[in-house]
């Protein structure tokens, strides 16, 4: 065997190490991606179940507060028919 051949068969072994490389290095960028992508997907979601559940946080809201003032308007009809009542015995 000559050194031509030689130096032939080492660059040919490493041209085939730098392909595999470059090979691995994209198979890995190209994980990464997919799996930001995933991580990104995960976060829209739970950003819209937020959102989701803090709108239904405020219509129970809303709701708890309407039925507080309607609780306030039934407790002053209600001090003054006592006090309606409760007039005649005091006198």
Known sequence: MTWQE???GALAIIFL???LVVVIIQLGAT???RQSVAREQGY???AEEA???QRDAAQR???VQ???TALGDRTA???RLLKEVEEPWTR
Do not use: D, G, Q, S
């Open 31 to 33: 994980w990464r991606a």
């Open 6 to 8: 030689t130096v032939m």
């Open 44 to 46: 829209r979601r739970l």
């Open 66 to 68: 309407a039925e507080l």
């Open 61 to 63: 809201l809303e709701a």
């Open 51 to 53: 959102t989701a559940a």
């Open 77 to 79: 009809a209600l001090e």
């Open 17 to 19: 190490l730098v392909i």
